[in-house]
């Protein structure tokens, strides 16, 4: 295997999809799949495991923004599944917020 063809799903991807279509969508799928995993699913973890956390995020983004480009709707599912866990999070912090305004009043 020389050094030219090392992947070729890397090279079909770049040189069949046009104007960094590709790109595009791996970004968008990169910012929201690392939203939701920020919200929904992630500990606080060492450094290292974070960025490893992250770094198999990244080439697990890649393999679905194949099927992003293949007309599934894997962006529009990232942005729903942001949008209800940030909502989640929003409501449950106001509802903690609000339980310790209640414990804080004298009976």
Sequence with gaps: MDATNFSPIFDFVLNNF???VFWIFYVLNLIFGAIAFKLGFARK???LKTIFVYIM???GTYIITIFSILQMP???SLIVISLVLAIYRF???RQRKGNQS???TPE
């Design 45 to 47: 973890l060492p450094l």
């Design 102 to 104: 209640h414990k804080k």
């Design 57 to 59: 995020l990244a080439v």
């Design 91 to 93: 409501r449950l912090h």
């Design 18 to 20: 046009p104007d960094n």
């Design 74 to 76: 894997i962006t529009e």
